[in-house]
């Protein structure tokens, strides 16, 4: 009986030293961040899965939109050594097309401008840090689309969105870069010395009184049958 009873307690504390130290691998950044992007996968994946046809016109507006922002990419205002480029405004058409045609059709124009800017300037080392730097990054700026009231929080959180998912890859994957300082504290401020400039020139376009009412007349346009 004793023999059985201190068996199952060893069997016990076996699995109990399993299961820690599979807890522990999930509390490594990279499964962490891993975790975490293909959560913001599947997120954006729900969103743009739902069923729902897009007119001649915003399937035209989209892609002017995405043709639009892939020009403006290439105006580089200053360019970061490891990637990241402060541009004329390149994130805006992005923005003012979630703004006429919604948040799944915004997020849906950022995965295909992503796709695109992969292939303008290619950097791969890891999958979930392409899928973090192109794709989701870019589609997130599609979530200017749940203010399309207000044009400026638009701005802000499509550009929040991107920054996160660059935030996390460059933590991870580009954390040798940071000559021992904190790689998220180095991931912070390489981002944002590029991604706050790039959305403080989206604002001021935004500020323009006859872009905003471009914008409006637009967006009528859009959706009048």
Do not use: W
């Not at 995965?111 to 794709?135: A, M, N, R, S, T």
């Amino acid at each position: 009986m004793k023999k059985t009873i201190y068996g199952g307690i060893l069997m016990l504390q076996g699995i109990m030293e399993t299961f820690q130290e599979y807890f522990l691998k999930l509390l490594v950044p990279r499964t962490l961040i891993t975790m975490v992007a293909m959560a913001i996968l599947v997120a954006v994946l729900a969103v743009i899965g739902r069923k729902k046809v897009f007119g001649t016109r915003i399937l035209t507006y989209g892609a002017l939109a995405i043709t639009a922002a892939f020009i403006l990419s290439y105006i580089r205002v200053f360019r970061m050594p490891y990637g990241g480029t402060v541009t004329l405004a390149s994130m805006l058409p992005i923005f003012i097309f979630a703004y006429i045609a919604g948040t799944r059709a915004g997020l849906m124009a950022g995965i295909c401008y992503g796709l695109l800017q992969y292939i303008q300037d290619p950097f791969f080392v890891h999958p979930i840090q392409f899928l973090l730097d192109y794709p989701l990054a870019f589609a997130l700026l599609g979530l200017a689309g749940i203010f399309k009231e207000n044009y400026f929080l638009g701005a802000l959180v499509g550009s929040a969105g991107r920054f996160i998912c660059h935030f996390l890859s460059g933590a991870v994957f580009f954390g040798e870069y940071a000559n021992g300082q904190n790689v998220f504290l180095y991931s912070f401020i390489y981002n944002g010395s590029f991604l706050l400039p790039d959305m403080i020139i989206c604002m001021a376009v935004l500020l323009i009184p006859n872009m905003r009412t471009a914008i409006k007349r637009v967006c009528r346009q859009a959706h009048t049958a």
